[in-house]
């Protein structure tokens, strides 16, 4: 059967330790998960719930008042013949230890840094001592979840070394200069697509599929795992993922009815033709995501840095995204607002109040009475700076006299609802005084551009990749590597003590969700991102013939439960 990827969203990195700039749907909980199973999988008939069935391990114990955690490792197989023990998730915490920096989720205080020891007393048991109490939700959801046990054959620093055994002794993980060396030789051979599917590395899997072929192009062709041991085995002979480099593309694929695509999606710009989708033998299910919608501003950017971190400013340009309009004309109705991080959908106890009211609605006149009233002035039709300093009704620290609001936003190709939408907010923020040049690239590359940086090259300013968060592996919404400060997914380089406070309160509050609400109203009032419209992740199309199909609330695909007939 054949899956439609998202557009210009193929997969690029291979390697489950993954750096910010490949930290995307569609490379790990789309394509790693298939392969190589993380300790913890989530997701549970649309609930964002952990799986306890499709997860390596039982649920974790909590001991010691919280500060001591035992996990047992369930009975799975690596496909080069050895089983998953609690040895390869030691080798996944030597790894972290020793370049955490390099991964995605991680969080200045949080894990690996609030380990204080841990160890594998026997080959199913791992122990975690904490350096101080926790949330065990929050623990579990957003520290457990990171890891994916790694096989010991990958425990070497060239492809000429041949693969180690598991009992051997003194292997490169377990010195910090070792771990290094091992990170490198794996980062280096994560990226080439071609070489994948032959690769000696990448073909030792413990999950359901392994590849069969791969491509720089995006193709992916995955065959089932024989030696896969867990609870639900595949039927399907191949699983092969589509690339495509527009909506239009798939749909005109989708609709030329040939079971060219089995899986599939219908785009904003077609949702009138949902009959002629299902008459061709397709039932539609819209799949909702448990995430967040949002675009960033380099607060690191040497020249419009200053700008974005104005309070005001940030409100301004909120004032001036419609979101129930562009749900209701470029979604078609099949999405969400976002009003913090906290998602809306689907439905669960995370969400109060705040995150459910639009505290900055659009409104063009409350975006230019916010900046005129800290000394900006309509110059040939674009705001213009004419009271530099740091007074309360001043422009602000950093802008000089004579600035222009011109600013220059990348947003990601291929999706017919993010030109709508980018279009609508430069036509508002021309009324406003602000000039927005729109410029457009692959969601890969606006994605990879959107990296945090300082100094005099770091030069990007707004990059809207279109598709904001879903919270994996951090499942539990509390932001951490979001926008603590010195995260690795804080691309945006937001740094405020209030916001790190609030985030370290839901790790160790005796009253989580009394924390989470204090956290998500101040991320809702202070703007660390321009929220926007979460659509629907897609309006999928699945053929009628295809069954067992179930929606992962984080995206994760599970077609090893999939059967066709």
């Not at 009211?357 to 674009?382: C, D, E, F, Q, R």
């Not at 927005?436 to 590359?445: E, V, Y």
Request: with cysteine; charged share 10%; hydrophobic share 40%.
């Amino acid at each position: 059967m054949t899956f439609a990827e998202q557009v210009g969203a193929a997969p690029n990195y291979i390697f489950p330790f993954t750096a910010s700039q490949y930290f995307t749907v569609d490379n790990t909980s789309q394509f790693q998960f298939l392969m190589y199973r993380p300790l913890y999988f989530f997701g549970v008939a649309g609930r964002p719930v952990i799986n306890a069935e499709l997860s390596l391990a039982a649920l974790p114990v909590y001991s010691n008042n919280d500060t001591t955690v035992t996990i047992t490792l369930k009975h799975y197989m690596w496909s080069d013949g050895e089983p998953v023990t609690s040895r390869d998730v030691i080798f996944w915490m030597n790894l972290l230890k020793a370049n955490k920096a390099n991964w995605a989720a991680y969080v200045p205080g949080a894990f690996p840094d609030n380990v204080a020891s841990y160890s594998a007393p026997n080959a199913s048991t791992v122990v975690f001592h904490l350096t101080g109490k926790v949330n065990p939700t929050w623990f579990t959801y957003n520290e457990l979840s990171q890891i994916t046990p790694l096989p010991i054959a990958w425990d070497r620093t060239s492809l000429s070394q041949p693969a180690p055994s598991p009992s051997a002794a003194n292997l490169p993980d377990t010195t910090t200069s070792g771990a290094k060396a091992v990170y490198t030789f794996l980062n280096s051979q994560a990226t080439n697509a071609n070489a994948w599917a032959s690769s000696p590395i990448w073909s030792v899997v413990d999950g359901p599929w392994k590849l069969k072929s791969s491509s720089t192009t995006g193709r992916m062709v995955f065959v089932p795992n024989p030696s896969y041991t867990g609870p639900v085995k595949p039927s399907l002979s191949e699983f092969v993922e589509l690339p495509f480099t527009s909506d239009t593309a798939e749909f005109n694929t989708l609709r030329a009815g040939n079971g060219a695509i089995t899986y599939g999606y219908v785009p904003s710009t077609a949702l009138s033709q949902l009959g002629v989708v299902r008459s061709i033998g397709y039932r539609i299910e819209p799949w909702v995501e448990f995430g967040f919608n949002y675009f960033v501003e380099n607060f690191n950017n040497p020249t419009y840095g200053p700008l974005f971190k104005q309070t005001y400013f940030r409100q301004a340009f909120q004032h001036l995204v419609d979101q129930p309009q562009w749900i209701s004309t470029f979604l078609k109705g099949y999405g969400v607002p976002s009003y913090s991080p906290v998602p809306l959908a689907p439905a669960n106890p995370y969400a109060d109040a705040a995150s459910r009211h639009n505290l900055y609605p659009y409104s063009i006149s409350a975006a230019k009475s916010l900046l005129t009233s800290h000394g900006w002035t309509m110059v040939n039709g674009v705001m213009t700076c004419e009271r530099p300093g740091t007074a309360a009704t001043d422009c602000g620290a950093g802008i000089a006299k004579g600035f222009t609001l011109t600013l220059s936003l990348q947003y990601a190709s291929g999706t017919t609802s993010i030109t709508q939408e980018m279009d609508a907010l430069q036509s508002a923020a021309a009324s406003a005084g602000i000039k927005i040049n729109l410029s457009q690239a692959p969601f890969n590359t606006v994605f990879a551009n959107a990296a945090p940086c300082s100094g005099s090259s770091c030069t990007w300013q707004i990059e809207n990749w279109g598709a904001g968060w879903e919270y994996s592996p951090d499942d539990y919404p509390t932001g951490g590597e979001l926008y603590t400060t010195g995260a690795g997914s804080n691309v945006e380089g937001w740094n405020d003590p209030t916001t790190n406070r609030l985030i370290a309160a839901t790790h160790t509050s005796s009253n989580p969700q009394a924390a989470l609400d204090a956290y998500q109203n101040y991320m809702a009032r202070v703007l660390p991102v321009v929220y926007q419209p979460l659509a629907d992740y897609q309006v999928s199309a699945i053929a009628n013939d295809l069954h067992g199909v179930s929606q992962n609330a984080f995206l994760n695909l599970t077609p090893e439960a999939w059967r066709l007939g």
